[in-house]
């Protein structure tokens, strides 16, 4: 069966570090195509995407957050893991792990996990 | 902060139809990048409902259609029914930004 399925901590205080973590099962993170992402969305609000991991390890950041973003594999557990720092109210949100179905010019995220909220309070 | 934008809802009775409107730019919708639609039901994740513009994935059902023009693409539901009501998203890439951005989203009210 093909799933993601992210897991965090619920709560993070202002300026530290958040690490998500996304289980993939079903499909290798190193086969060739295989592209992540991390997308995001705050309470009520639209999705935002974040950052992206490839099979073969490039990787790509939204301009915005750039410099608070980290994406990495862990291919051992088959594993996409997101690092975000100085964590602020702000990025309260849920957060979903993505894969991204690629064919020419048809771009898109074709399976999801169920999300992961994540509250930044003090 | 969303880069396409979207009318935030839009209603009908059940039976009639609706229309949903993706409006990007240049750098986006324009480019020209494909579009892909997603519907999210309260508290789950988005399900992709139409990709490459007009592409409906196995299981959707032919009352939805995708279309898209210049840098606008849109997003019909014909015969709505009361379970179509959800948030509706749509996503294309932006080569200014270097990444992938979804619209503002739209509820859909069954009246």
């Known amino acids: 069966q093909v799933t993601l399925k992210e897991s965090g901590p619920a709560l993070v205080k202002p300026t530290q570090t958040l690490t998500l973590t996304c289980t993939v099962s079903?499909?290798?993170?190193?086969?060739?195509?295989?592209?992540m992402s991390w997308i995001r969305q705050p309470p009520g609000k639209a999705l935002e995407w974040l950052a992206r991991?490839?099979?073969?390890?490039?990787?790509y950041y939204t301009t915005s957050l750039k410099t608070r973003l980290t994406v990495s594999k862990d291919t051992s557990k088959n594993q996409v893991v997101l690092t975000m720092t100085n964590m602020d109210p702000a990025d309260t949100a849920t957060y979903y792990c993505?894969?991204?179905?690629?064919?020419?010019?048809?771009?898109?995220?074709?399976?999801w996990g169920r999300g992961t909220l994540v509250t930044v309070s003090s | 902060q969303p880069v396409l934008t979207q009318p935030p809802s839009v209603s009908g009775a059940p039976g009639q139809s609706v229309t949903i409107s993706c409006t990007g730019t240049?750098?986006?919708?324009?480019?020209?990048?494909?579009v892909h639609w997603y519907r999210q039901l309260p508290g789950t994740a988005p399900q992709l409902l139409i990709h490459?513009?007009?592409n409906r994935p196995s299981g959707v059902p032919d009352r939805f259609f995708g279309s898209k023009s210049g840098a606008s693409a849109s997003l019909a539901i014909s015969g709505l029914q009361p379970e179509d009501e959800s948030d509706y998203y749509c996503?294309?890439?932006?080569?200014?930004?270097?990444?992938?951005?979804f619209g503002t989203g739209t509820k859909v009210t069954v009246l």
């Open positions: 993505a894969r991204i179905y690629s064919r020419t010019s048809d771009w898109h995220f074709d399976l």
């Open positions: 079903g499909f290798s993170l190193t086969s060739t195509g295989v592209r």
């Open positions: 991991v490839d099979w073969d390890d490039d990787k």
């Open positions: 240049s750098s986006n919708i324009g480019a020209p990048y494909d």
């Open positions: 490459a513009n007009n």
């Open positions: 996503q294309s890439y932006d080569y200014s930004l270097g990444g992938y951005v």
